[in-house]
C-alpha cells in the first residue's frame, strides 16, 4: 500500500509541476522594461531592451571600440570626498577602471537628478559628438546596473539619435579578456 501512495504522490508532483510551467509565461523571471526610471535598487538585474536605443553584445561593442566608429560613456556612480571630513582624516578616492577611450560621466545615470548633474551630461555628449546627434554614443557602467539603462533612456529622450546600451558594463568586458584603464570623471572645461 505505501508503494502506491508514493507512486501516486509522484505521479501527482509530476502533473502539478507539468501544469504549473504551462501557465507561467515563456519570459517568466525577465525583467520587463519600465515606462519611467529605475529610481532605487541600481545593481538589479535588467531588461534586454531600451526603447529607442540599440542594445550591443561585447562581440558589437568590441568591433565598434576597435573600429572607433562609437563614443564610449561610462556612467559609474563616484562619491566625492565628504565635505565634513574630521581634519586629518585620509581620504583615498576609489580607483575606477573603465573601457580604453572612454569618458566617465560619473553619476549621471540615477533615475533623478537635478539640473546641475543634466548640463554636466548633455555637455559632456556634446563635447565628444559635437552637434553630429545621430554619432553613436554606447553606455555603459556594470553587470546588472540600471545606471546605464537610465543614462541612455535619457539620451534617447534628449534626442540623441545613435544611442547604444551595453548592459555587461565593463565587468562583463573584462570577463571576456578585453582591456580596462584608470579612469577619472570628466571635468568640464572652465
Do not use: H
Request: glycine share 8%.
Amino acid at each position: 500500500m505505501d508503494r502506491r501512495r508514493k507512486k501516486a504522490r509522484q505521479a501527482f508532483s509530476i502533473l502539478m509541476a507539468a501544469l504549473l510551467c504551462s501557465a507561467l509565461p515563456a519570459s517568466a523571471g525577465a525583467v520587463e522594461e519600465p515606462a519611467g526610471y529605475r529610481m532605487e535598487n541600481y545593481r538589479a538585474p535588467v531588461p534586454e531592451t531600451l526603447k529607442g536605443a540599440r542594445v550591443v553584445t561585447t562581440q558589437e561593442a568590441e568591433a565598434l571600440w576597435r573600429q572607433k566608429t562609437a563614443i564610449f560613456i561610462d556612467v559609474m556612480p563616484d562619491a566625492p570626498k565628504p565635505a565634513n571630513l574630521p581634519k586629518g582624516t585620509i581620504w583615498k578616492d576609489k580607483e575606477r577602471r573603465d573601457i580604453p577611450g572612454s569618458i566617465w560621466l560619473a553619476n549621471v545615470g540615477y533615475g533623478e537628478i537635478n539640473a546641475e548633474t543634466a548640463a554636466y551630461f548633455k555637455a559632456g555628449i556634446e563635447a565628444q559628438i559635437g552637434s553630429d546627434k545621430k554619432r553613436p554614443i554606447l553606455f555603459y557602467c556594470m553587470t546588472d546596473c540600471w545606471m546605464s539603462w537610465n543614462a541612455a533612456k535619457r539620451a534617447v529622450e534628449w534626442g540623441f539619435g545613435g544611442v547604444l546600451w551595453y548592459p555587461p558594463g565593463s565587468d562583463g568586458w573584462e570577463k571576456t579578456g578585453l582591456p580596462l584603464e584608470k579612469s577619472r570623471p570628466w571635468e568640464a572645461k572652465k
